[in-house]
């Protein structure tokens, strides 16, 4: 057998047990209170193994709560991604129903899907893939009157929404409760990328970059321009891996730029980002506890 | 607007130079004059965000790489 072989005892080659040697649980054969499981540990060797991980790591992703919002193509990939890497506990909030003109990019959902809820599909496709998390599905249209129940006591919120409105109302609440918000969206061949940490506020948050304002011209959406499906795989797998990272503590410069993707010409470019000292949503927060109000801008 | 590279001018988007004059030095007067001075944009100058309350008083300097680019709200 060769090193590159995968042993039949664990599923672990031997270059991998050699790297994990300084990873491994004190016990191969029961649970520990304070450890990983063998299962868990072999299940999730690839990952402990990488920089920055390890088993100590693993074990807080698996304390970890994340609040994703929307259930279309970002979430499918991204919830999917987290589910896999063993996140504790995954929410998922929307009201939609499955279309026929989702399945090119909503790869969780397939023809039985179809006019069935998209959180429950998601979540029932989530536990298949990860019976050793807790994943939770809220059927519901996200809106102020609710938001404070549904987006709290999490470590990371993911904003895979697929309009403005709802866009600006995560930002308010994740800015206003200090929530970590990390924002991905896609239309056409192009899609953005940011992180809004409470522990970094001189960075700004989504309404520094895009006021919502009657000023405002319309955001592109999928609806308006269309988009690529595997943009939006793309996109999601920006997403999900940066929220890896934050909840692991790798280091990461996301929260001080903005990430735009082009998929015509394959260029990343990121651009840097500043709190706007006018922002009616951040940059009041130390000093006003209510911020003004903002035009009414129904979708 | 041109595609060359005189020295006075700046690049928007990495395809068009424009040129600048008294007239169009600073960054809000570019936004006008290429018709998107709004709300849903966000612009960067050099890779750096440019805030909307600097954008009347920002001015513009020879080289200048200005990208301009709106909100994506789809998911």
């Known amino acids: ?60 992703l698996g304390q970890a709560h994340v609040v994703i919002v929307g259930a279309g193509g970002l979430a499918n990939i991204a919830a999917s991604y987290l589910a896999g890497a063993g996140i504790g506990r995954l929410s998922v909030i929307d009201d939609d129903e499955v279309e026929l003109s989702n399945l090119p990019r909503q790869i969780a959902f397939d023809l039985d899907s179809i006019e069935n809820s998209k959180v429950y599909e998601l979540a029932n496709r989530l536990r298949e893939q990860n019976d050793q998390i807790e994943i939770i599905s809220f059927h519901q249209y996200l ?15 993911l904003d895979c929404t697929d309009n403005t409105v709802t866009r600006h109302l995560v930002n308010r609440h994740c800015v206003e409760q200090k929530l970590p918000l990390l924002s991905a969206s ?3 061949w192009h899609g953005q990328l ?16 895009f006021p919502q304002s009657s000023n405002a011209k319309e955001a592109t959406s999928c609806q308006t321009l269309g988009v690529a499906g595997p943009m ?28 735009c993707i082009n998929g015509e010409s394959l260029a990343v470019q990121s651009f840097g980002r500043v709190r706007d000292s006018q922002c009616l949503v951040c940059a009041t927060q130390n000093s006003k506890p209510k911020s003004k109000p903002e035009p009414e801008n129904k979708p | 607007m041109n595609n060359n590279n005189p020295q ?3 690049l928007v988007n990495q395809e068009n130079w424009i040129e600048l004059s008294e007239q169009l030095s600073k960054l809000e007067q570019l936004l006008i004059h290429l018709d998107c001075l709004n709300d849903g944009v966000a612009v960067a ?3 750096q965000v440019v805030t909307k309350d600097n954008w009347p008083t920002q001015v513009l300097n020879y080289n200048d790489k200005i990208n301009i680019f709106g909100a994506i709200a789809g998911g």
């Open chain 1, 1 to 60: 057998m060769s090193n590159s072989q995968a042993t039949a005892d664990t599923g672990l080659s031997c270059d991998d047990q050699s790297r994990l040697s300084s990873q491994e649980p004190s016990s191969l054969s029961s649970q520990e209170p304070s450890g990983l499981s063998s299962h868990e540990f072999i299940r999730y060797s690839r990952q402990i193994m990488l920089d920055q991980w390890g088993e100590a790591k693993q074990l807080k």
């Open chain 1, 194 to 209: 940011l992180l809004v940490d409470p522990k970094q506020p001189q960075w700004g948050c989504y309404h520094c970059l």
């Open chain 1, 232 to 259: 939006v795989g793309v996109l999601a797998s920006f997403q999900a891996s940066q929220a890896l990272r934050y909840l692991i503590d790798a280091p990461s410069d996301l929260a001080s730029k903005l990430v």
């Open chain 1, 186 to 188: 896609v239309a056409g």
């Open chain 1, 143 to 157: 809106d102020p009157a609710n938001i404070g129940q549904l987006v709290r006591d999490c470590d990371l919120v």
């Open chain 2, 45 to 47: 100058i050099n890779n």
């Open chain 2, 8 to 10: 006075n001018s700046v």
